[in-house]
């Protein structure tokens, strides 16, 4: 938080306090805002968590919109390489405080420079996310960053070391752990009521291969777009102004995690490992057939990623097609549950009468999980997806990617993440970063 510290450390309450008991004067203005008292229900200046955006697209605008409300939270800036985005952060931003401080910034280290900065807000292209999230911890903020947390395996994993070794809060945007339909359904699974788990399926949006590049076309004024900068640790290429419309880097591989495998792959797949009580292992064999990858764990049991040929229109032929996106199915020997986005639980016929008034529905919302990461930014426990959690999820949809990139079956060591007797396969764990970025910070 920021506290306004003196360099020996006191902080300015308490410099304050001493100040008075000892008898000395100290001189206050004479009129304080009540907002930097702490009053109206907001916390007083130097208890809130200063924050830093960086990264301002439909994403960063939709987290934002979550924990400005927060009273114990101060934006202090937005970092973007575009100057239309980083504008329309800080119009956001001051609209909310009702004033014109919000800094903008093009290079997201003059941002993570900041003292007053204590925590950060990341929602770059999938390209920047690593890369950006070891940088802050460096600089010593905490770390809500969006999902895909990175492009490899090698990517999350050194991440996850980053967090581990700066000793940082880390909370991954795969905010439906904290979303009451997708807790209902975990704990169906886990208090036995399903029975014996034996399957459990995640949806995934259609991966692709796509490595072409858009035709070359002049470069914008760097204060309009660095494009340099945009591209940042992925492989150089023209800039073409495509890739910056919407999520137009998408479809491309140098930019998107494992050919967008992970879009949908990091918040279903996450899901089941959750329910499998998985989220310290991952399952050993991925064999793809042509509509899902097919995996399985130590236990017996086995994880259905289902890749969906239009996930808008018709999301899996034996869903009951009404729970919305990003759907997951909990299957045991005594019933199953099924939900997605719209808040509603599906049950089997034999568990519907008995648990459907339990059952109500809850939408999606990012705001839980970003008082989650807000609160562990206060107590420094860790948040309900910190960064081993992330580690594993993100493991299983890469060597799920894997098994359908190459096309054959893979078996992993959980303790090692090496794929068993495939050099190919270890060979596609990492991929180098363009200069001058590095893993090694």
């Given at each position: 938080m920021n506290t306004d510290q003196t360099p020996s450390g006191i902080t300015r309450r308490g410099f304050i306090r001493r100040a008075s008991a000892a008898g000395g004067a100290v001189v206050l203005p004479w009129l304080v805002p009540a907002r930097a008292l702490g009053r109206d229900g907001v916390a007083a200046a130097s208890e809130r968590i200063g924050l830093g955006v960086i990264g301002f697209g439909a994403r960063g605008q939709y987290d934002l919109g979550a924990l400005l409300p927060e009273t114990d939270v101060h934006c202090l800036a937005v970092c973007d390489v575009v100057r239309e985005r980083r504008d329309q952060g800080k119009q956001m931003v001051d609209a909310h405080y009702g004033n014109q401080d919000c800094a903008t910034y093009t290079d997201l280290r003059e941002l993570l420079a900041r003292p007053d900065i204590d925590a950060v807000l990341i929602a770059t292209g999938d390209r920047w996310h690593t890369q950006a999230a070891l940088l802050a911890a460096k600089a010593g903020k905490d770390v809500y960053c969006e999902k895909p947390c990175g492009l490899t395996m090698g990517e999350v994993q050194a991440l996850a070391q980053g967090i581990q070794r700066y000793a940082r809060i880390f909370q991954c945007g795969t905010q439906r752990r904290s979303v009451a339909n997708f807790q209902r359904a975990i704990r169906l699974a886990q208090n036995g009521t399903?029975?014996?788990?034996?399957?459990?399926?995640?949806?995934?949006?259609?991966?692709?291969?796509?490595?072409?590049?858009?035709?070359?076309?002049?470069?914008?004024?760097?204060?309009?777009?660095?494009?340099?900068?945009?591209?940042?640790?992925?492989?150089?290429?023209?800039?073409?102004?495509?890739?910056?419309?919407?999520?137009?880097?998408?479809?491309?591989?140098?930019?998107?995690?494992?050919?967008?495998?992970?879009?949908?792959?990091?918040?279903?797949?996450?899901?089941?490992?959750?329910?499998?009580?998985?989220?310290?292992?991952?399952?050993?064999?991925?064999?793809?057939?042509?509509?899902?990858?097919?995996?399985?764990?130590?236990?017996?049991?086995?994880?259905?990623?289902?890749?969906?040929?239009?996930?808008?229109?018709?999301?899996?032929?034996?869903?009951?097609?009404?729970?919305?996106?990003?759907?997951?199915?909990?299957?045991?020997?005594?019933?199953?549950?099924?939900?997605?986005?719209?808040?509603?639980?599906?049950?089997?016929?034999?568990?519907?009468?008995?648990?459907?008034?339990?059952?109500a529905g809850s939408g999606l919302s990012p705001a839980g999980h970003g008082r989650n990461f807000l609160d562990c930014v206060r107590s420094r426990a860790l948040p309900i997806c910190n960064q081993n959690i992330m580690l594993r999820s993100h493991q299983v949809c890469f060597a799920a990617h894997l098994a359908w990139y190459l096309g054959r079956k893979l078996t992993i060591d959980p303790a090692t993440t090496e794929f068993v007797d495939d050099a190919e396969a270890n060979r596609m764990r990492r991929r180098a970063l363009r200069e001058p970025w590095s893993l090694h910070l």
């Amino acid at each position: 938080m920021n506290t306004d510290q003196t360099p020996s450390g006191i902080t300015r309450r308490g410099f304050i306090r001493r100040a008075s008991a000892a008898g000395g004067a100290v001189v206050l203005p004479w009129l304080v805002p009540a907002r930097a008292l702490g009053r109206d229900g907001v916390a007083a200046a130097s208890e809130r968590i200063g924050l830093g955006v960086i990264g301002f697209g439909a994403r960063g605008q939709y987290d934002l919109g979550a924990l400005l409300p927060e009273t114990d939270v101060h934006c202090l800036a937005v970092c973007d390489v575009v100057r239309e985005r980083r504008d329309q952060g800080k119009q956001m931003v001051d609209a909310h405080y009702g004033n014109q401080d919000c800094a903008t910034y093009t290079d997201l280290r003059e941002l993570l420079a900041r003292p007053d900065i204590d925590a950060v807000l990341i929602a770059t292209g999938d390209r920047w996310h690593t890369q950006a999230a070891l940088l802050a911890a460096k600089a010593g903020k905490d770390v809500y960053c969006e999902k895909p947390c990175g492009l490899t395996m090698g990517e999350v994993q050194a991440l996850a070391q980053g967090i581990q070794r700066y000793a940082r809060i880390f909370q991954c945007g795969t905010q439906r752990r904290s979303v009451a339909n997708f807790q209902r359904a975990i704990r169906l699974a886990q208090n036995g009521t399903l029975g014996r788990l034996h399957t459990l399926h995640a949806s995934i949006t259609p991966p692709h291969r796509n490595n072409d590049w858009l035709p070359a076309e002049p470069e914008p004024a760097r204060d309009q777009c660095d494009w340099d900068l945009w591209l940042g640790p992925a492989t150089w290429r023209p800039y073409n102004p495509r890739y910056l419309v919407g999520r137009g880097w998408q479809g491309y591989c140098d930019f998107a995690a494992a050919g967008a495998f992970l879009d949908w792959g990091v918040h279903t797949v996450d899901l089941c490992q959750w329910a499998n009580q998985s989220d310290h292992t991952l399952p050993t064999e991925y064999e793809a057939t042509p509509t899902a990858v097919v995996a399985r764990y130590a236990n017996g049991v086995k994880l259905v990623c289902d890749i969906l040929a239009d996930p808008w229109v018709n999301r899996l032929p034996y869903y009951l097609n009404t729970t919305g996106s990003c759907p997951v199915r909990f299957e045991g020997d005594e019933g199953s549950v099924e939900t997605g986005d719209n808040g509603d639980l599906a049950l089997s016929a034999n568990l519907e009468k008995a648990h459907r008034g339990q059952l109500a529905g809850s939408g999606l919302s990012p705001a839980g999980h970003g008082r989650n990461f807000l609160d562990c930014v206060r107590s420094r426990a860790l948040p309900i997806c910190n960064q081993n959690i992330m580690l594993r999820s993100h493991q299983v949809c890469f060597a799920a990617h894997l098994a359908w990139y190459l096309g054959r079956k893979l078996t992993i060591d959980p303790a090692t993440t090496e794929f068993v007797d495939d050099a190919e396969a270890n060979r596609m764990r990492r991929r180098a970063l363009r200069e001058p970025w590095s893993l090694h910070l």
